[in-house]
C-alpha cells in the first residue's frame, strides 16, 4: 500500500495556534501517526492497481473458457 505523508510539524503547529499547548499538540500528533501506521488504508492508486489485476484475471478466464468450449464443441461435432 502507498504511504501517506504526514507534516507532523505543521500539525503541531497548526493545533498550538488554536489553541492547544505545545505538549498535548505533540502527542496528538504521535497518536495520529501511530494510529496512521497502524492502519491499512486503501488508496485510490491501490483501488485502481487490485481494479487492473482483476480485470485481467476475469478476462484470462474468459479466454480459457471459450477456448474449453470449442474444444468441446470441436470434440461432440466430431
Not at 483501488?47 to 474468459?62: C, D, H, I, N
Amino acid at each position: 500500500m502507498t504511504a501517506i505523508t504526514f507534516d507532523t510539524l505543521k500539525f503541531v503547529q497548526t493545533l498550538k495556534s488554536a489553541g492547544i499547548d505545545e505538549r498535548q499538540a505533540e502527542a496528538f500528533s504521535r497518536a495520529f501517526r501511530e494510529a496512521q501506521h497502524e492502519s491499512d488504508l486503501a488508496t485510490k492508486a491501490d483501488l485502481r492497481e487490485t481494479e487492473q489485476r482483476l480485470f485481467a484475471k476475469v478476462a484470462g478466464t474468459q479466454v480459457l473458457v471459450i477456448v474449453a468450449i470449442t474444444a468441446i464443441l470441436k470434440f461432440l461435432m466430431g
